[in-house]
């Protein structure tokens, strides 16, 4: 009986130290897979934040064209109605310019026809 039961308890000291083994070689490759796993979210979280980042500066670069072009729209248009209130200021100065002409010819007639010139 002795020697069957120190049998029997080196049989189950040979499966508790297999059991303990193969719990620690799981426990070992759970924990590698999960820095893998890891390591890949942590890649995926970067990528994704690159693209972000990459959007995010087409997005400002976008917006930065469409203020510059309007900036030039605007400098545009106002260029043309600085000419246009040039043109009718000339115009405007041209005609005040022809009508003193006939004012001052028509005060010249009326002093001819007076007599003379004034005192």
Not at 5 to 28: G, S
Request: proline fraction near 1%.
């Amino acid at each position: 009986i002795k020697k069957d039961h120190d049998q029997l308890v080196e049989a189950m000291d040979k499966k508790h130290v297999a059991a303990v083994a193969k719990l620690k070689r799981n426990q070992v490759d759970r924990e590698a897979k999960m820095r893998r796993q890891h390591a890949l979210d942590v890649a995926g979280l970067e990528e994704d934040h690159q693209r972000s980042i990459q959007g995010m500066e087409e997005s400002q670069n976008a917006a930065i064209a469409k203020v510059e072009a309007k900036c030039k729209r605007l400098a545009h248009e106002n260029q043309e109605r600085q000419e246009d209130l040039l043109g009718a200021m000339r115009e405007h100065h041209g005609n005040a310019m022809c009508t003193l002409g006939s004012e001052v010819e028509a005060v010249g007639q009326s002093r001819s026809t007076v007599g003379g010139e004034l005192p």
